[in-house]
């Protein structure tokens, strides 16, 4: 338990639903992250979020919306995903100091599959 | 833009061999991070590593970093199956303290 929640573990949608995924930091931290892992890019950065902004968005697709309302919460809306976007989707904490980013905490991660 | 290679990609040993992974960047780094990923797991912070030359063991891994703070390595002596899963290494860039992550590193103990 490394004290970073995600939800749900496993989801399959249609390409023309919508859905979303949670994750939920108990640590502290003031930076969360989403990342997807695939076999064809196995630890891709999506989003950085430091003190709720985003800091970060590397030219992700906008049918993935990040949001987070606090430092402890993190969501990724999901909508006319492609099945080429069915990977495990990971969600990661950690502390920002004076110097940068300190280690990284990940979740469980949601494994997605897109029909 | 700035990138941390990382090879090899695969690595087949048989157990109780060594393994080594390197990391590579085009720039200098303010540190660098190791993680482990354990198969159907989730990556695993291990060690970070922040002075030039630096090297810092961890029973049988030894994390190593460059001089100019632009490489890094990771040795396993005498490799057992709790081993076995991805290694990351991921490079702080000084310029806007994103962490560039290699591609990894998968360790594969052959039966």
Redesign the interface.
């Known amino acids: 338990e490394?004290g970073v929640t995600q939800t749900p573990r496993h989801l399959v949608m249609g390409m023309t639903n919508k859905k979303s995924l949670k994750c939920e930091q108990h640590l502290g931290h003031n930076a969360m992250y989403w990342y997807k892992q695939s076999a064809k890019?196995?630890?891709e950065?999506m989003f950085?979020y430091n003190f709720k902004e985003q800091t970060?968005n590397n030219s992700v697709p906008s049918r993935f919306s990040p949001e987070c309302p606090n430092s402890s919460h993190l969501f990724l809306h999901l909508h006319t995903l492609q099945p080429e976007d069915s990977a495990l989707y990971?969600c990661?904490s950690s502390h920002?100091g004076t110097?940068?980013?300190?280690?990284?905490?990940?979740?469980?991660?949601t494994r997605l599959t897109v029909t | 833009g700035q990138q941390v290679m990382q090879i090899p990609q695969y690595q087949h040993v048989q157990e109780g061999e060594d393994f080594t992974t390197y990391c590579n960047s085009s720039t200098t780094l303010s540190n660098i991070q190791w993680y482990k990923q354990r198969p159907g797991g989730h990556p695993v912070f291990l060690i970070q590593l922040v002075k030039s030359g630096e090297v810092k063991k961890q029973k049988r891994l030894t994390f190593q970093f460059g001089e100019a703070k632009k490489n890094s390595s990771l040795h396993i002596t005498a490799t057992q199956t709790t081993d076995v899963g991805t290694y990351f290494c991921a490079g702080l860039r000084d310029s806007n303290y994103q962490l560039i992550w290699g591609a990894g590193t998968k360790l594969i103990i052959k039966p």
Request: hydrophobic share 35%.
């Open positions: 490394t890019k196995p630890l950065l950085v970060e990971l990661a920002v110097g940068g980013p300190y280690e990284q905490y990940f979740g469980p991660g």
